[in-house]
Each structure stands twice: as C-alpha cells, then as structure tokens.
C-alpha cells in the first residue's frame, strides 16, 4: 500500500504537479487557499516519505497518516490560454 503512494507521487510529478510539503490543519486548508488565490491547482495527498527509511516510521502510523496531508500544486491549465490579450485593442 505503502508502495502505491510513492508511485501515486511519482506520477503526479511526471504530469506537473510540484510537491510542496506535509501539514495538518489548519494550515493545511490556509495554505491551500493562497495557493488557489494564487491561481494555482491544489491537490490534497496521503504522505509518503519516497522511500527514506529514517523518515519513514511516523508516516506508518495510521494516525499520523489520517492527520497530516501533502499539498501538491500547479499551474491551471489555461483552456484559452492568452484569451483576453487580444481583447485589449478590440
């Protein structure tokens, strides 16, 4: 199960997504929101320490696990990207 996180991580990373870092709230939900006011995608993920096996032990503990929360972010895709450039001088 442990394996399936680090690999959900993995591929979040490979499509944009920067991983910033592992908060409970309510600095979890305050941080989420500035990142959106920011005009970025938020995404809210289980905590996985990618394989340091130090650091690892605490995230193995459900309740920790069920606590804290990683905060991935990136730019939102723009659908009509530069729209509203061109309508300046129409």
Known sequence: MKENA???HRRLIEDGWVRRFT???PRLSEMKQLYESLGLEVRIEDP????DQECR????????????????TRGKEAEDE?????????
């Open 6 to 8: 680090i690999e959900r």
């Open 48 to 51: 996985t320490s990618d394989g």
């Open 82 to 90: 530069g729209a509203g450039a061109d309508d300046l001088f129409e």
């Open 57 to 72: 032990s605490c995230l193995d503990v459900e309740a920790v696990t069920a606590r804290y929360k990683t905060i991935f």
């Open 23 to 25: 908060a409970e709230e």
